[in-house]
């Protein structure tokens, strides 16, 4: 009898001793899993660069992961399967607290510009943070002047407690516009214009030859000293050289929103004489230079820029700087 209970005695220190090889609890340790991302706070700003029409596509896919701490453990015992999902339930009462605080509130992503795979990856055994899973935005199709925000969370650990406090990352998409580089305007000269003042902004201004010159304080002005010539007005340039054109880089008059161009058309020519409509194009009216995409490549050694209407419905109207990309 004594022999059998001292058996049953070792047996059972046997066990004991053998638990944490072949099982894994969070009793093992002080077991804490949590979102890679969520590590620096709960918003994270995210750059798309967005892709012009004539411009090749840019997958743009940000990676998400998750951490494996424990005081127990070096590293993951075993495989652990976690999984992420977008959640939603708390924009509303985000939105609430920025509206509140004077703040834009965000906007869902359209579903045709996001994609995320929901599912999950693995923190593999031997190692502290899972294999990357990712979600990808459109670059081709996604817009400068929205506010989105992409909130994940990690959803599940398999039978291991997320970290609450870090279980989500609401990721803010700051939309930058197409970068082209601009071609040398260096020889360009002014082929023709219809009106500029030649007199009233003084010796260094008013003329259509400084929408070339580089300079942001200096501009072409149509006529207003002796009369106002009405719209449509054009500037068209000669570059000196056959370029292939992807758009062009208009920039308002600095600080005067009244004439600013409104609605413009562009043309492109090979000789001056017959000229290739490149589009129709609304613009703000704001100090930095804004881009104008062509949908097709266009050859020509001239192009003209033709405003037909302005902010403000004025008869003048005015470019700082004109270029090409």
């Not at 979600?135 to 506010?147: C, D, S, V, Y």
């Not at 208009?250 to 609605?263: D, E, H, S, V, Y």
């Amino acid at each position: 009898m004594k022999k059998i209970l001292l058996y049953t005695l070792l047996a059972g220190i046997g066990a004991a001793g053998c638990k944490k090889e072949s099982a894994f609890s969070e009793n093992d340790g002080d077991v804490r899993i949590y979102m890679s991302q969520a590590i620096n706070g709960a918003f994270t700003d995210i750059t798309v660069n967005r892709r012009a029409p004539l411009q090749s596509d840019t997958a743009y896919a940000f990676d998400l992961n998750a951490f494996f701490a424990g005081s127990g453990f070096a590293s993951a015992p075993r495989d652990i399967n976690v999984s992420f999902d977008v959640d939603y339930s708390k924009w509303d009462s985000i939105n609430t607290s920025r509206t509140n605080a004077g703040l834009p509130a965000f906007e869902r992503i359209p579903d045709n510009i996001f994609e995320f795979a929901k599912g999950g990856t693995v923190i593999k055994k031997g190692n502290v943070i899972s294999d990357n899973i990712a979600f990808t935005i459109n670059a081709k199709l996604i817009e400068e002047g929205h506010n989105y925000m992409i909130p994940v969370r990690l959803t599940s650990a398999e039978d291991f407690t997320v970290t609450s406090g870090q279980a989500i990352t609401y990721f803010v998409v700051k939309v930058t516009p197409p970068v082209y580089p601009e071609i040398n305007r260096s020889a360009w000269t002014i082929f023709d214009v219809d009106s500029e003042e030649a007199s009233g902004e003084g010796p260094n201004n008013g003329r259509a030859i400084f929408a070339l010159d580089g300079l942001l304080n200096t501009f072409w002005h149509t006529q207003w000293d002796g009369g106002e010539p009405p719209l449509p007005h054009h500037i068209a340039v000669d570059m000196h050289a056959t370029n292939t054109l992807s758009g062009l880089y208009l920039t308002a008059r600095q600080n005067a929103p009244n004439g600013a161009p409104k609605t413009a058309t562009v043309e492109v020519s090979a000789d001056g004489t017959t000229w290739q409509n490149a589009g129709t194009y609304q613009l703000q009216a704001i100090n930095p230079r804004q881009p104008v995409f062509f949908t097709q490549q266009f050859s020509g050694r001239y192009f003209k820029v033709t405003v037909t209407a302005t902010h403000g419905n004025t008869n003048i109207t005015f470019f700082a700087e004109i270029s090409a990309f």
